[in-house]
T-cell receptor, first 113, second 112 residues
Framework: DARVTQTPRHKVTEMGQEVTMRCQPI?????VFWYRQTMMQGLELLAY????????DSGMPKDRFSAEMPDATLATLKIQPSEPRDSAVYFC???????????FGEGSRLTVL | GENVEQHPSTLSVQEGDSAVIKCTYS??????FPWYKQELGKRPQLIID?????GEKKDQRIAVTLNKTAKHFSLHITETQPEDSAVYFC???????????FGRGTSLIVHP
């Protein structure tokens, strides 16, 4: 049963620290998404990649967030420096363009104190 | 870009009742409309989807309808059960891109 894998599942850090979240998409999926979920904002699209190329990161605060996909098996989302308002659950999802269905990871719950 | 509105934000029903969640979209080029269910503390998962060449699709107790002219689509759950309690998200994707725009979600509570 192929799944999207995310690490860490939980992260508590102090304001100003760097946070890196990692995602392993399902093998063969060519589109990878990063979403942020808070109670108030639902599922907020931060960035997505197709065939490892970044296509849209307009949802990310550019001064502190960065997303990369160094190879087909790894996508990263980095926050530097982190702030309390970044506290949320961050989901990675991958999709095969042919079907349109998104497969979500279990999420990384980030708490910035 | 696409804009998806979802209503209601919260829906409370008694077990056995039906539940209906409605979404509207803005871009007539959208042609793929999935629904995701997210149980508490879990990841969203696709439960049903519909494409613009179909008006209705059913899968056991859930069904989705699409009105392309009015640009709205709905999720219908019949004979609700406590395990249907979750947040439901609708989404719309532009033709060919499959990049979904999500609604804000509906929290469905089914009381035993």
């Amino acid at each position: 049963d192929a799944r999207v894998t995310q690490t860490p599942r939980h992260k508590v850090t102090e304001m100003g620290q760097e946070v890196t979240m990692r995602c392993q998409p399902i093998l063969g999926h060519n589109t990878v998404f990063w979403y942020r979920q808070t109670m108030m904002q639902g599922l907020e699209l931060l960035a997505y990649f197709r065939n490892r190329a970044p296509l849209d990161d307009s949802g990310m605060p550019k001064d502190r967030f960065s997303a990369e996909m160094p190879d087909a098996t790894l996508a990263t989302l980095k926050i530097q420096p982190s702030e309390p308002r970044d506290s949320a659950v961050y989901f990675c999802a991958s999709a095969n363009r042919g079907t349109g269905e998104l497969f979500f990871g279990e999420g990384s719950r980030l708490t910035v104190l | 870009g696409e804009n998806v509105e979802q209503h209601p934000s919260t829906l409370s029903v008694q077990e056995g009742d039906s539940a209906v969640i409605k979404c509207t979209y803005s871009d007539s080029a959208s042609n793929y409309f999935p629904w995701y269910k997210q149980e508490l503390g879990k990841r969203p998962q696709l439960i049903i989807d519909i494409r613009s060449n179909v008006g209705e699709k059913k899968d056991q107790r859930i069904a989705v309808t699409l009105n392309k002219t009015a640009k709205h689509f709905s999720l219908h759950i019949t004979e609700t059960q406590p395990e249907d309690s979750a947040v439901y998200f609708c989404a719309a994707s532009l033709r060919g891109s499959y990049i979904p725009t999500f609604g804000r979600g509906t929290s469905l509570i089914v009381h035993p």
